[in-house]
């Protein structure tokens, strides 16, 4: 770990959004979940979130720019669990849906705790999932085709969260509890140490002031 390393794994992570979030339910091609990953990593979201059966279970694609390492994705058993434990963190959950209520999704305050829920491929929101969601949002459609990809119409949306965000003054300090940070630095800096720590259920190591471990 390079000192200049360190400061970069800094600034990113003090630019880390906790209460901006998706949730893909059943998204299942890899090179969208790779697309939308690094998407979230751009716009500084700190954790993803998955609903994923068994048979669906998120993989990754080259088209995730190596982002899935800085991107946490907590898959989920069902929609309603997925529901459940979102809202229990203080979210709102907006289902990216064309549905006839459905607003302008410039028209939300995504300064707000927000989570974008964003649908399959192919069958799209789930009717379980629409019902449960705090509003739905769309992007406008003005060709022929009725929707887009889902990596772009989750790219389009979290861009205006961030432009919103931006404008708010968030990305200005880290927004991320103490202990907190600590862990997901030390994580990002040295994954296999973290790996090993948590196996033997011990306590990470603190870190000197250029990044460096401290001896022993
Ligand atoms: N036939 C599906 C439907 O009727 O929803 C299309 C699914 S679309 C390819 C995949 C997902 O991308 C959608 O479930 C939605 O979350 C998001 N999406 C695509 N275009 C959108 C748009 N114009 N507005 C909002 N969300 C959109």
Redesign the pocket.
């Known amino acids: 770990m390079t000192p200049e390393r360190f400061k970069r794994l800094n600034e990113v992570l003090s630019r880390r959004q906790p209460d901006l979030t998706v949730l893909l ?1 059943q ?1 299942h091609k890899p090179h969208n979940l790779s697309a939308i990953l690094r998407t979230c990593d751009a716009v500084g979201v700190l954790e993803a979130h998955a609903v994923a059966s068994g048979r669906h279970l998120p993989t990754y694609h080259d088209t995730s720019g190596g982002s899935h390492k800085w991107m946490f994705l907590q898959v989920h058993r069902d929609v309603a669990t997925a529901f459940h434990n979102l809202r229990a963190s203080g979210f709102k959950i907006y ?4 549905s006839e209520q ?1 607003l302008d ?1 410039r028209e939300l305050d995504y300064t707000k705790p927000s989570c974008i ?9 789930s009717e379980q999932a629409a019902l449960l969601a705090d509003g739905h ?5 003005m060709g022929m085709v ?5 990596s ?3 790219a389009v ?1 979290l861009f205006e969260a961030q432009r919103q965000r931006l404008k708010a003054g968030m990305y200005q300090a880290s927004r991320l509890e103490a202990q907190n940070y600590r862990r997901i630095l030390f994580e990002w800096a040295y994954p296999e140490v973290a790996e090993i720590c948590q196996k033997e259920n011990r306590p990470y190591p603190e870190l000197g002031p250029g990044g460096e471990l401290a001896p022993g």
């Open positions: 339910e998204v289902a990216a849906h064309l459905a999704y829920l964003l649908g399959a491929e192919k069958w799209g929101v949002i769309v992007i406008p459609m009725q929707s887009l990809n889902v772009v119409a989750a949306i």
